[in-house]
């Protein structure tokens, strides 16, 4: 009896729409209306479905996005970017309602809760933090996470949201029955950043004064690009991949000494090469004048992993 119930998923390929450059994210409206498209050339472009010619819409950024969604009534489409904004749009005219700057680093995720005008976004700053899209207000930070937030997911009802990080967790966020009040959370937020604000100026009273250069001097570029962030993500990369190596080659050279000896399979992400030569390949294919950018851009954990390094490189100068 089930299999004459079942249906076969039948898809057949209907069209291929071409864009300038490289496709990093894409999203359906709810009525089906619109394909909204992020392209690499720091542009969304959004078809309208039926239509083979022209662009819908066209919207552009200092920076690519790296996220987007539109709300359930098809009214508005937020989108998340490297250049750590989340912008709101409104898409009957496709004009933006609101430019907001939303976290420290990258914007990797946004989404609209079901039914409402409430976002959720999280960010490489270890943050996620809950928005009124049409008040443009921040309504709540929540904090947890050890690292990068990469992706999260709301469930239908907007009972609670679920994070993934590069701590290497899931968090999952319920929603509860305690009274909110916006006016408290500002008033924490704006203690925080007077704290903060006193740090700073403590820190920098005793920290040595940078003397001006002589006029007519002349000294390197440190304007970050998507280049040297991009230049950066691939190099912690390479460190992590190379970390996890080191790991294996170690559990592996424990085992043989055990006598429970087994050919040793490298990552096939290693290329061939040792953790060592591959996090060399990986700064070797960073411009000159992208590098100190990149390497300022580290986070220190990984400036560290980059450090632990230098012994072997200096000892054989031939390979840098």
Same mark, same amino acid.
């Given at each position: ?55 819908? %819409? ?41 430019? %907001? ?11 609209? #809760?079901?039914?409402? @005008? ?9 943050? %996620? ?15 947890? @996470? ?15 949201? #679920? ?11 319920? @929603? ?5 009040? %916006? ?84 990552? #096939? ?50 390979? #840098?």
């Amino acid at each position: 009896m089930s299999n004459m119930h079942s249906k076969p998923l039948m898809v057949s390929h209907v069209r291929t729409m071409k864009m300038n450059d490289d496709v990093q994210v894409v999203a359906v409206s709810p009525d089906a209306k619109y394909i909204p498209a992020a392209l690499l050339d720091c542009t969304v472009k959004g078809q309208a479905v039926g239509y083979r010619n022209g662009a819908a %819409i066209a919207l552009r950024f200092l920076l690519p996005v790296l996220c987007m969604d539109i709300s359930s009534d098809g009214a508005l489409l937020v989108t998340g970017s490297t250049d750590k904004n989340l912008k709101i749009w409104g898409l009957d005219f496709g004009d933006c309602h609101k430019s %907001i700057f939303a976290h420290a680093d990258s914007v990797m995720a946004v989404q609209f #809760v079901r039914n409402t @005008h409430y976002v959720f976004s999280v960010g490489k700053d270890r943050l %996620i933090k809950y928005w009124d899209a049409d008040k443009f207000e921040l309504l709540l930070t929540l904090e947890g @996470h050890h690292a990068e937030v990469w992706c999260m997911s709301i469930n239908n009802h907007g009972d609670f949201i #679920v994070s993934g990080s590069h701590d290497r967790s899931i968090r999952r966020w319920d @929603h509860t029955e305690e009274p909110f009040f %916006i006016e408290e959370e500002k008033e924490k937020r704006l203690e925080q950043m007077f704290e903060s604000d006193l740090d700073n100026a403590f820190e920098n009273m005793y920290a040595p004064k940078e003397e001006l250069p002589e006029e007519g001097a002349v000294a390197l570029a440190g304007k970050k690009t998507q280049e040297t962030l991009s230049a950066t993500n691939s190099s912690i990369d390479a460190l992590d991949i190379a970390e996890d190596e080191l790991k294996r080659i170690t559990k592996h050279e424990e085992e043989k000494r055990k006598g429970k000896v087994a050919d040793f399979q490298s990552n #096939v992400l290693m290329l061939g090469l040792s953790p060592l030569d591959f996090v060399l390949r990986a700064l070797s294919n960073v411009y000159a004048n992208d590098m100190e950018q990149t390497l300022l851009a580290l986070p220190f954990s990984d400036a560290l992993k980059l450090l632990s390094y230098l012994k072997d490189w200096t000892i054989n100068p031939d390979k #840098v």
